[in-house]
């Protein structure tokens, strides 16, 4: 039972453009939401992460809307540039455990 | 020191010889945690420490995987007897806190390759 899906597997878009990606969770107990970028060779590194209680979070070019009734949350990067290109995660963790449960990851391709 | 440092980089096992990685955690950071990063860029959590206890041990396939972290020494995952289905990037992460909002932070990897 994949408990975070992540959607879409690879994403191309122009540059300039607005990049989507979407996370759907099933467990309500999950209390903490990042996104990490990962470049090819190298480690994730966190993006940007938000609390179930606070619906959107805005830093810089990228944003988070959160909706907690249906269980959904979403990364948005405005104005993407060819060195957005990496793979982007989406993950759920429940404070007293802690571990991350990551989605499958979303493949980002930013052509010039 | 102010990332987490994996080592080897790079490593090859013949199934069925033994395989061991290094974690040295960001100063400071109580938590430890080890996934597995497969092919199809599936990240697996293996098990996490609180300093040198384990703390969450659900995601260990437990007849070949031990891992240890010791007092003034790096973490580590062994994994005896390699197979093939072993072949994948593990990565140590740790954090200072475990409640929510508390930033995780990754090592670099180590790459394992089973031939």
């Known amino acids: 039972q994949q408990q975070v899906k992540q959607s879409p597997q690879s994403l191309i878009v122009q540059k300039g453009g607005i990049s989507i990606i979407n996370c759907a969770y099933e467990?309500?107990?999950?209390?903490?939401f990042p996104w990490y970028q990962q470049f090819p060779g190298k480690g994730p590194a966190l993006l940007i992460a938000i609390r179930p209680d606070v619906s959107e979070k805005k830093e810089g070019r990228f944003t988070i809307s959160f909706n907690k009734s249906a269980k959904q949350f979403s990364l948005h990067i405005m104005d993407s540039q060819p060195g957005d290109s990496a793979t982007y995660f989406c993950a759920a963790s429940i404070g007293s455990q802690g571990n991350l449960i990551f989605g499958k990851g979303t493949k980002l391709s930013v052509k010039p | 020191g102010e990332e987490v440092a994996q080592t080897p980089k790079h490593l090859v096992r013949g199934e069925g010889q033994k395989a061991k990685l290094y974690c040295a955690p960001i100063?400071?950071?109580?938590?430890v945690f080890w996934y597995q990063q497969v092919l199809k860029n599936e990240f697996k959590f293996l098990i996490s420490f609180q300093n040198e206890n384990v703390f969450d041990e659900t995601g260990m396939p437990k007849e070949r995987f031990s891992a240890k972290c010791l007092p003034n020494s790096p973490c580590s995952l062994e994994i005896q007897a390699t197979k093939l289905e072993d072949s994948a990037v593990y990565f140590c992460a740790s954090s200072q806190y475990r409640n929510p909002g508390n930033t995780i932070y990754f090592g670099e990897g180590s790459w394992l390759t089973v031939v």
């Open positions: 467990n309500t107990a999950f209390d903490y």
């Open positions: 100063k400071g950071h109580s938590y």
